[in-house]
C-alpha cells in the first residue's frame, strides 16, 4: 500500500485552536449569546444571555447524526438557532400570567422546571403535544360544558400568552370547587400522558382527560397544611395491615422521594415496564412506589427530594410485583390512587469564574481552564460569576453552567457536567458486571477515570483508544479515601456519549474538520488535544479522505499513552473512519 501525498494546509496540532469542532462549537455559542443580548431589553451588568456550553455541543451532535451524510454550517446554524429560541422562550419569565399565583411562586421558591416540560404556546404553533410532555400550569378557571356534566379546566403557564382547555378525568369531579376545593382557580398542577383534540374547523385545540395528573401543595398555604396535616399524616407505612387492605380499608401517606429507579423491562417479550421510586415517611421507613407501562408517565411529574401525597394508592404484596422488600409490600398507582406533590425548592449557591486560578478565597471557585470571556459581536460580556442549583445534599447542577469544564476544574458535589478530551483507556476492571466500563480521558489539564453505568450492556457505539470524545450527565464526588471519582450512569436524565472521531458526519462537513498532509503528522504531537486530522490518500489510484487519531493502545489506565516505547512496532496513527471520494 502506497500512500502519498495529496493536500497541504495550516493544519498544527497540539492546541485547542486547531480543533475544528471546538472552534465550531464556541463560534456557535457567542452567536446564540449575542442575539439573545441584543434581544434583551435589560441587560444586569455580568449577566449571560446565552446558550451553556455542554447545551450547544450536544445540539451539534444531535443535528449531525440526523444529517449523516454531511452539514453545513448554515444547518447548523439554522438547527442551533431554532432549538435556542425555544429553549429561550421556555425559560422566559415574562409570560403574560406573570402576575398569577403560579410565576409569584416560583420566584419565592425558586423551583427548577422539569425534564420534557412543554409550553402552551408551543402546542398552538406545532399543533402537537408529546405523549411524555409536561405542562406545569395554573388554573386559570373552572367551568361546566354546555350541555354536559364535564368538568372543564382553563390552564395557563407563566410562559405562555395563550390559554387550553382540559376535559378533567372524572376520579378528579369530588376535587373540584371554584372557589375553595382543592381544584380552584389559581391551584397549580403538573399532568403528563396527554392527548390533543384538534378540530378542523377554527376552534381551538383542547386536551383530553389524563389520568396522570399531579396537584401541586404549598405547605406555607393554611389550606394546604391542614389539608395535608388531616388525611395525609394519620397513616404510616408501619402502620400498613394486609388484612385491612384486603377488607377494602384505603390508605393515605405522605412521604419523601429518595430515589427514582431506572426504566426495566420484564417478561421474556420485553414489552412490559416497570419503574421503582423509593419512598420514605416522615418516620423513615420506606417503600417501593412501582410504576407499569405508561405509568411511568408519572414519574416526570415530581423529582427526587420532593414531598408526594398518595391518596389511596394500592397496596401490593412485593412478590406480585416482581421485586423483594424488606417490608414485603409494595404500592401501586392504582385506579382510585391521586398524587399531591411538594415541590423540592432548590437554593442557589455562587460559582466564581475566571482567567485566574486565584480565587481560593472564594465562594467555591473553579480553576476556570477557559477563558471566562465570551466574544458577543463586538463586545466582549465578562461573567465572573454564576448562579448554580443546590440541591440539600450540597451538590451542585452545572447543566447551564455557560463554559466549557476541564478536568482541572473538576471538585466534589458536581453532577451534569460534560468533559470533552481524548480517551487513553477503556476497559473493564477484573470482577465487576457486564454492565460497567471505565474509561480515561485525556484533555489539556490532566486525566480523569469515568466509571460508565450502562443499563445492560455497551451502547455507546463505537469508541476506541485516541478516539475524541464527549460525554454529559457526569457526576464528581469523593471517595471514602477522599479521591476524586467520575461516574455515569446511562439512565440519567440528559446523558449521552459519542465519538467525535467516528462521527460520519465528519468527513463530508468541511466546518467540522481541517485537512492536512502526511508529512505535518509529528509523532511528537501533544497528544493531550484532540488528536484528530483528516488527510487524503490514494490506494490503487483510488482517492479516499481519512478521519485518523493517535494510537493510544493501552490495557493500563495508570499508563500514560506517550509512554509506550516507539520502537514497540506499534503505529503511531490510525484510521477511525474512511470516505471514498468521488
Not at 382557580?185 to 396522570?212: A, F, V
Not at 393554611?222 to 394486609?242: E, W
Not at 464526588?477 to 446523558?495: K, M, P, Q, V
Request: hydrophobic share 35%.
Amino acid at each position: 500500500m502506497e500512500l502519498k501525498e495529496t493536500v497541504r494546509s495550516s493544519f498544527h496540532a497540539g492546541g485547542p485552536e486547531n480543533d475544528s469542532f471546538l472552534q465550531f462549537v464556541d463560534s456557535a455559542q457567542s452567536m446564540l449569546a449575542s442575539l439573545g443580548k441584543n434581544e434583551k431589553e435589560e441587560v444586569k451588568g455580568e449577566e449571560y444571555n446565552g446558550p451553556p456550553w455542554t447545551w450547544v455541543c450536544s445540539h451539534i451532535l444531535t443535528t449531525c447524526k440526523a444529517y449523516s451524510s454531511g452539514v453545513t454550517s448554515a444547518i447548523l446554524l439554522s438547527e442551533l438557532f431554532q432549538a435556542w429560541q425555544e429553549q429561550s422562550r421556555v425559560k422566559s419569565s415574562k409570560g403574560k400570567l406573570s402576575n398569577n399565583i403560579m410565576s409569584d411562586k416560583r420566584q419565592k421558591k425558586n423551583r427548577r422546571r422539569l425534564q420534557n416540560t412543554v409550553t402552551i404556546d408551543s402546542i398552538y404553533e406545532k399543533k402537537f403535544l408529546p405523549l411524555d410532555g409536561v405542562l406545569e400550569a395554573v388554573i386559570v378557571d373552572i367551568f361546566v360544558l354546555p350541555g354536559t356534566s364535564c368538568y372543564m379546566l382553563s390552564l395557563g403557564d407563566p410562559w405562555s400568552s395563550n390559554t387550553i382547555d382540559l376535559y378533567l378525568h372524572r376520579k378528579f369531579y369530588d376535587l373540584v370547587e371554584p372557589e375553595h376545593g382543592i381544584l380552584r382557580k389559581n391551584r397549580e398542577i403538573r399532568l403528563t400522558g396527554c392527548r390533543l383534540r384538534t378540530s378542523t374547523g377554527s376552534g381551538q385545540p383542547r386536551l383530553l382527560p389524563t389520568d396522570y395528573l399531579v396537584i401541586l401543595l404549598d405547605e406555607e398555604q393554611d389550606d394546604d397544611f391542614m389539608l395535608l396535616g388531616a388525611q395525609f399524616c394519620s397513616d404510616s407505612f408501619s402502620s400498613i395491615a394486609m388484612d385491612a387492605v384486603e377488607a377494602g380499608n384505603g390508605y393515605c401517606f405522605y412521604a419523601r422521594v429518595e430515589k427514582v429507579g431506572r426504566v426495566e423491562v420484564q417478561g421474556k417479550s420485553g414489552h412490559l415496564k416497570r419503574r421503582q421510586i423509593l419512598i420514605a415517611d416522615s418516620c423513615s421507613s420506606k417503600l417501593e412506589f412501582v410504576l407499569w407501562d405508561e405509568q411511568i408517565l408519572l414519574s416526570n411529574l415530581f423529582s427526587q427530594g420532593s414531598w408526594i401525597a398518595l391518596d389511596k394508592p394500592f397496596i401490593a404484596r412485593d412478590s406480585d410485583c416482581g421485586i423483594e422488600t424488606t417490608a414485603g409490600i409494595c404500592l401501586e398507582y392504582g385506579s382510585a390512587t391521586r398524587l399531591y406533590c411538594v415541590p423540592n425548592v432548590y437554593r442557589e449557591e455562587q460559582v466564581i469564574v475566571g482567567p485566574s486560578q486565584t480565587c481560593s478565597q472564594l465562594t467555591r471557585p473553579l480553576n476556570m481552564s477557559s477563558c471566562s470571556t465570551l466574544e458577543c459581536g463586538s463586545q466582549a460580556a465578562r461573567v465572573s460569576q454564576v448562579l448554580l442549583p443546590c440541591d440539600s445534599e450540597g451538590s451542585l447542577d452545572f447543566s447551564n453552567f455557560p463554559f466549557r469544564l476541564f478536568v482541572v476544574d473538576l471538585q466534589n458535589k458536581m453532577t451534569n457536567f460534560s468533559l470533552y478530551g481524548v480517551v487513553t483507556f477503556l476497559g473493564r476492571a477484573h470482577g465487576e458486571s457486564n454492565n460497567i466500563f471505565h474509561m480515561k480521558i485525556q484533555d489539556s489539564t490532566g486525566c480523569m477515570v469515568v466509571k460508565l453505568c450502562f443499563n445492560k450492556s455497551w451502547s455507546a457505539g463505537k469508541i476506541c483508544c485516541g478516539h475524541t470524545v464527549f460525554i454529559s450527565g457526569l457526576a464528581c464526588y469523593r471517595d471514602a479515601e477522599g479521591r476524586l471519582e467520575c461516574s455515569w450512569h446511562e439512565n440519567n436524565e440528559n446523558t449521552s456519549i459519542a465519538s467525535i472521531s467516528d462521527l460520519p458526519t465528519l468527513l463530508n462537513s468541511i466546518c467540522l474538520h481541517h485537512v492536512c498532509s502526511l508529512s505535518e503528522l509529528s509523532t511528537e504531537m501533544n497528544n493531550t488535544q484532540d488528536e484528530q486530522a483528516m488527510y487524503l490518500y490514494t490506494i490503487q489510484n483510488e482517492e479516499f479522505m481519512v478521519a485518523i487519531c493517535k494510537n493510544m493502545y493501552s490495557n493500563d489506565y495508570n499508563r500514560k499513552a506517550h509512554d509506550m516505547d516507539p520502537d514497540s512496532g506499534m503505529p503511531t496513527w490510525r484510521v477511525a473512519r474512511a470516505l471514498k471520494c468521488d
